[in-house]
């Protein structure tokens, strides 16, 4: 199974990034699972910087996990819409 297109962007301003058709579904669900690994990996981070260590948050840390979530969400739904189809 192959993916299909699938767009994200953050904020208002049009597509920012886009999963090609195509790739092999295998692929963009591993990367997916690398990613979603990767999100709670910085939130436990953050968890433990602010209540643990009372550290400062960078705001840029939280964007990483919104972006992040954006791109394992495109990833997913592109794998998502091809078993779709190819179940027809």
Not at 23 to 40: D, H, K, R, V
Not at 59 to 67: C, H, M, Q, V, Y
């Amino acid at each position: 199974m192959k993916t299909t297109v699938a767009q994200f962007s953050i904020g208002a301003e049009g597509c920012l990034m886009r999963v090609d058709a195509g790739m092999p579904a295998g692929e963009a669900l591993e990367l997916a699972a690398n990613l979603a690994e990767g999100i709670q990996l910085l939130s436990e981070r953050l968890y433990d910087a602010v209540n643990d260590n009372s550290e400062i948050v960078h705001l840029s840390e939280l964007r990483s996990i919104g972006f992040l979530g954006e791109v394992v969400s495109a990833l997913s739904r592109s794998v998502y819409r091809a078993a779709k189809e190819s179940a027809k």
